[in-house]
């Protein structure tokens, strides 16, 4: 079954006025488990919709989400609430990690959201840092951690509550060539470890072509890349 199917998604902005824009007319997409999809899309093609229609933080004017098995079309904000805790890790392109807070912290704090006793919300912390190589920055706060790093930590609280599937926006692309490959090649294997299925929006070519597939936003539809 998919983690995430989206059939006939419309989104449309300003209807009924002159600045009218059908973003997205009727969009399917299926990520399966385990799967990774690389999303590109044009400047302006709708991208940020789709990600917060997939992401549950925004509702389509028509067209059905069911996200890891449940049915949230029409479903109120208190049940996609609990599904996006539950079932979804996001990453942006920057970090948007809470500056006052330890590296360890927040990867604790979304856990605490979700009800998980602190003291193996702590361990799951420790146990992402060694994985992405940050065991001895976890008390570090966000300011006094590179670029990469910070970006590392992110990926961890993104994976924090164990999500079903993980949606990125460009998660590498406010790093430099290098620096951005490394940290790609690193969020790559913990989804691969943990058997983790993703949507991931990029505009690198290179980076789509290490995921399983590709899909290209185009005139409000998704077609293969
Ligand atoms: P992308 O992320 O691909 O740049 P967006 O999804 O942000 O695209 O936007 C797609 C189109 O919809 C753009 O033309 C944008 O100006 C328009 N748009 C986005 N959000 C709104 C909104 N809240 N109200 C009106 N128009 C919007
Ligand atoms: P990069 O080479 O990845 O750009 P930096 O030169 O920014 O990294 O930092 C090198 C190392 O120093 C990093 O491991 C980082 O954790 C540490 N570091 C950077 N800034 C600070 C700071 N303000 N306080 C403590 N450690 C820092």
Known sequence: SDVLALTGIEKTYNRGEPGQIDVLRGLDLAVGRGEVVALVAPSGAGKSTLLHIAGLLDTPDSGSVTLNGADLTGQRDMVRTIARRRDLGFVYQFHHLLPEFSAAENII????????????????????LERVGLKDRAGHRPAELSGGEQQRVAFCR????????????????????ETSDKVFAMLMSLVRETGLSALIATHNLDLAARMDRTVRLEQGRLVAA
Do not use: F, S
């Open 109 to 128: 704090l979304p856990q605490l959201a979700n009800a998980v006793p602190e003291k193996r919300a702590a361990a799951r912390a420790a146990e992402l």
């Open 158 to 177: 993104a994976l924090a509550n164990q999500p079903a599937l993980l949606l990125a926006d460009e998660p590498t692309g406010n790093l430099d060539p």
